[in-house]
């Protein structure tokens, strides 16, 4: 007896064991590293040895640490550091937050309309520049909320409505970061719910768990893997950001980008090679800081026990 | 019902910060406490369309800054992406990271270390110089997507093809290409968007010769002129914007797609 | 243990499409009922319903003679297993295990102890801590069979739970849910689209394409008494002959043929007769004779399958495979069809 028409396939999960180092797969990584390598790794190079001092331009020519030091003991330089940590800190967890919850709430219409998903990307395309911009128009002491709360006898003047911008809170700027990265995390996370994590959550349901056990026990361990880089990326341009505490920030403390540029155009030339240590440091804290990022989340989704 | 309610919010919520430049850029005198402008006018708009304006210049810088590093990154990202999507290889999670790297660290390190260098390499000032630093940030972003759709891509399909006598050529035309062409465009319009965002890069490397939108925007906005800031706000985020819609009708569910984690 | 389910009258639509239309059955208590189809003949929508994932446009599921139809997933009982074994990726293979003890909050040393003994049956105690991606496809849809299976469920539904295996180990799942399944006695729903499948371990057969019921009963009834021609070939019914019918006579381009059958179908009909029950080489005074002529002979392992035309029809009869020599490709040869083997079909 033949079966009939349909034979089943098999497909075994591609599961294939590890390749030598030796394998040419590894040639074909060379363009992008042809491109990413010299010029990236160049420019840090670059920062790193101007920052100790190789700076012909100014005449200096010896190795030293007279930059870190002369860096380290800048006031400024601490408190534009706290500055930009916090704001990292906090558009990264609550963009997370915020971000899985639109993502949560809004599974059921990104799956039945593909119009509707457009419009939750709209703002994913535009650039920090106008996101600041907007902001400033909008929260600011003349901005259109502040003339809502005129509108509503709430306030009288414009000087009466708090200062969402150019405050030491640095409201603005998270609110602009927020307003990009949180629907950024969103479709992200939609990625996953509205493919793997529909099954995943039958089976669950069907042995037993209610709604908020699979949230928590099937749902959210399975958005971490996609999710995590992601927030590690908002973390890392968050901290890095320019535009936006330029726009939106105070002058004093600035953000650490800001200060950065601020050094390096600064007309004493002799400061340059602070600049590029604090260019410098600032790689460095980003980049550690994303490694413990995920060997922390790595570590947390292991030691998922009973 | 409650899903409905969210989405109207959250709509609302993205687009609501917008609305101010908007309504500038068809106000004038537009200040404090007027919600609704008392005057309207098109003044601001003329201004900025102004065929002699430096609008149109930057548009151009913009796009063919945006075009040159979307083509570039692409070419690089291609080979890269399959390579690191296809299999599972040792060491796979670090050279993700690595990847990675040019997107994390701030575009302001970058530009610092690499300023002096260019100005002695004639490049500073330039197209190819501001196109060589755009691709830094640009170029990871084409990876990682390129690198999602190649781990749930069957390459025994281009095995097959060739089996059955086609070139290499033909295989990547034929069978390769076809795949991956959503995942392609996905990858392109991130790099063109990553491009077309830059500031401080094109600031600094650009030495105030190559002049794209946004930074016109900034020198307009510290000008004072809302409306024409609002105007030329909207000139900026509109290219994009279409773009977008241009490339989520290929592929509908965008993301950047994770390398099999 | 052992449950009844009735589903009545059960339809679901999305939107525009009809996936379930207005199905009815009863699966037997303490039986291993399979739901056999088509791909997207709506199988899996059905199953799905049974289990309180998705909700049904109309109808109703009734558990032991009980509406479940309000019934939220987590609280009916059913688990399923679906074709990807669908590990939870985080967790090690007894947690997995265990995971629907946990929600149900069985107290930790129960719940290790029947995890174990479950874990024992399935033969994979010794892969307790290892993780879902350090285990072959066959073993994890063990794991998943062992995690459906510890929280001692009314009913069990399984999603095609074979389609990923290699054959070989196809079978060895096969004799593992026949063994769990006969111990317990528990009311099993497997759906699928291999009839080897239903041939093997089903006890009742349900066949359902474009979301309606075709026919039900048990395996041999598919072949021997299939309800209509699209049934006979999803079955492998290679011959069928156009005629017309009346009683115990079908007029066909073979000659005018005798037949035996219970099958109500008059008129207009498709007479079936599977491959094995061809006779070549008929002697004299055989019902149903007539000349053929061999077109091919091919080897299926376990016989061979001879295709014949005659009368401008095409026939397949399968022989043993040490009788090809005697029938050569383009030879005539005697055929035979007996009447109490064919079944006339309406031709639909």
Redesign the interface.
């Known amino acids: 007896?033949?079966?009939?028409?349909?034979h089943?396939?098999?497909?075994?999960?591609r599961?294939?064991a590890?390749?030598p180092?030796r394998?040419r797969?590894?040639?074909?990584?060379?363009?992008?590293?042809?491109?990413?390598v010299p010029?990236?790794a160049?420019?840090?190079?670059?920062?790193v040895i101007?920052s100790l001092g190789y700076f012909p331009?100014v005449g200096m020519r010896s190795f030293n640490l007279d930059a870190y030091r002369s860096l380290l003991g800048n006031g400024e330089f601490w408190q534009s550091l706290l500055l930009s940590t916090r704001i990292a800190f906090t558009v990264a967890l609550l963009s997370t937050v915020l971000g899985i919850a639109?993502a949560l709430?809004?599974?059921?219409?990104?799956r039945e309309s593909?119009r509707?998903?457009?419009?939750?990307?709209?703002?994913?395309?535009?650039?920090?520049?106008?996101?600041a911009?907007?902001?400033v128009?909008?929260l600011g002491?003349?901005?259109?909320i502040?003339?809502?709360g005129?509108?509503a006898g709430v306030i009288e003047a414009?000087s009466e409505f708090p200062a969402l911008v150019y405050d030491p809170f640095a409201l603005g700027i998270v609110a602009e970061l927020l307003?990009k990265d949180v629907?950024f995390i969103a479709?992200?996370a939609?990625?996953v719910l509205?493919?793997v994590a529909e099954?995943?959550e039958?089976?669950?349901?069907?042995?037993?768990?209610?709604s908020r056990?699979r949230l928590r026990?099937?749902t959210l361990?399975?958005l971490v893997?996609?999710v995590a880089?992601?927030s590690?990326?908002v973390f890392?341009?968050a901290?890095?950001?320019?535009?936006v505490p330029?726009?939106l920030g105070e002058s004093f403390p600035s953000a650490?980008?800001v200060l950065?540029?601020r050094l390096?155009t600064n007309v004493d030339l002799s400061v340059r090679p602070e600049?590029?240590a604090?260019?410098?440091v600032?790689?460095i804290v980003?980049?550690v800081t994303?490694?413990l990022y995920?060997i922390l989340v790595r570590r947390v989704?292991?030691r998922?026990?009973? | 019902m409650g899903s409905r309610i969210a989405f109207v919010l959250i709509v609302v919520a993205i687009l609501f910060p917008l609305v101010p430049l908007v309504i500038h850029s068809f106000a004038r005198g537009y200040v404090f406490p007027q919600l609704l402008p008392a005057e309207w006018s098109t003044r601001a708009w003329r201004i900025v369309l102004a065929t002699d304006g430096g609008t149109w210049n930057a548009l151009r810088w913009s796009v063919v800054v945006a075009v040159a590093v979307t083509a570039l990154s692409l070419l690089v990202a291609l080979p890269a992406g399959r390579a690191l999507g296809l299999r599972a290889f040792r060491g796979k999670r670090v050279l993700e990271f690595l990847v990675l790297t040019p997107l994390l660290v701030p575009a302001v390190a970058v530009a610092i270390g690499l300023d002096i260098t260019f100005i002695r390499l004639g490049l500073s000032g330039t197209f190819w110089g501001v196109v060589l630093v755009h691709l830094i940030p640009a170029t990871p972003y084409a990876v990682l997507v390129l690198a999602g759709v190649f781990a749930n891509y069957d390459a025994d399909l281009e095995a097959q093809a060739r089996t059955l006598g086609a070139s290499p050529l033909n295989v990547f035309r034929h069978v390769t290409m076809p795949a991956i062409k959503p995942g392609l465009i996905i990858a392109g319009f991130f790099a063109f968007i990553v491009s077309w965002s830059q500031y401080v890069l094109t600031l600094q490397i650009g030495g105030g010769k190559v002049l794209t939108l946004p930074v016109l925007l900034v020198s307009t906005a510290s000008g004072g002129d809302v409306a024409i800031t609002g105007a030329l706000t909207i000139v900026s985020a509109l290219p994009v914007v279409v773009l977008l819609g241009l490339a989520s009708r290929h592929v509908v569910r965008a993301g950047l797609g994770t390398t099999g984690t | 243990m052992t449950m009844r389910v009735d589903l009545v009258g059960l339809t679901k639509h999305f939107g525009a499409v009809h996936a379930v239309e207005d199905f009815s059955l009863t699966i037997q208590p303490g039986r291993v009922t399979v739901l056999l189809g088509p791909s997207g003949s709506g199988k899996t929508t059905l199953l799905k319903m049974i289990a309180g994932v998705l909700r049904p446009t109309s109808g109703d599921i009734r558990f032991d003679d009980e509406s479940v139809i309000d019934l939220p997933a987590p609280e009916r009982d059913a688990p399923m297993v679906f074709h990807n074994a669908l590990l939870f990726p985080q967790l090690s293979i007894e947690d997995n295990v265990g995971f629907g003890l946990r929600m149900r909050k069985t107290p930790p040393t129960e719940r290790s102890r029947r995890v174990a003994e479950i874990l024992e049956l399935v033969g994979l105690h010794d892969l307790r801590t290892r993780r879902p991606e350090q285990l072959s496809g066959g073993q994890q849809q063990r794991v998943a069979l062992a995690r459906a299976l510890v929280v001692s469920p009314r009913l069990l539904l399984l999603d095609e739970p074979l389609a990923n295996l290699d054959p070989d180990l196809r079978g060895e799942m096969r004799e593992l849910l026949l063994t769990v399944q006969r111990s317990v006695g528990l009311t099993v729903l497997l759906v699928t689209h291999d009839q080897e499948d239903a041939i093997v371990i089903a006890d009742h057969v349900a066949l359902i394409r474009g979301g309606s019921l075709v026919q039900e009963g048990v395996v041999s009834d598919f072949f021997k008494r299939p309800a209509s021609a699209w049934v006979a070939m999803f079955f492998g019914a290679g011959n069928l002959i156009p005629g017309q019918r009346t009683n115990n006579e079908v007029v066909t381009p073979l000659g005018r043929l005798r037949v035996i059958s219970e099958s109500p179908a008059m008129g207009a009909v498709l007479v079936t007769i599977r491959p094995e029950s061809v006779v070549l080489d008929a002697v004299e005074g055989q019902a149903n004779t007539f000349q053929g002529r061999v077109v091919a002979a091919e080897f299926r392992g376990s016989h061979i399958l001879m295709r014949l035309t005659a009368g401008g029809i095409d026939l397949e009869a399968t022989i043993p495979v040490d009788d090809v020599k005697s029938h050569a490709v383009g030879s005539t040869v005697r055929v035979a069809l007996p009447p109490e083997k064919l079944w006339p079909l309406p031709a639909d």
């Open positions: 007896m033949s079966s009939s028409g349909n089943s396939l098999r497909t075994e999960p599961r294939s590890p390749l180092i394998d797969s590894w040639l074909k990584l060379l363009p992008a590293l042809v491109v990413i010029l990236f160049a420019a840090l190079m670059l920062a101007q331009l639109m709430g809004i599974r059921k219409i990104w593909r509707l998903g457009f419009l939750f990307q709209l703002n994913l395309p535009i650039p920090h520049v106008i996101g911009l907007a902001m128009h909008l002491q003349s901005g259109l502040a003339r809502l005129h509108a414009a307003w629907p479709i992200i939609l990625g509205g493919t099954d995943y039958s089976v669950a349901a069907s042995l037993g768990a209610s056990q026990h099937v361990p399975l893997p996609a880089p992601a590690v990326i890392a341009f901290f890095g950001s320019f535009e330029l726009l650490l980008p950065a540029y390096h600049a590029m604090l260019a410098v600032m790689s980003v980049m994303a490694v995920l989704l292991r998922e026990q009973p």
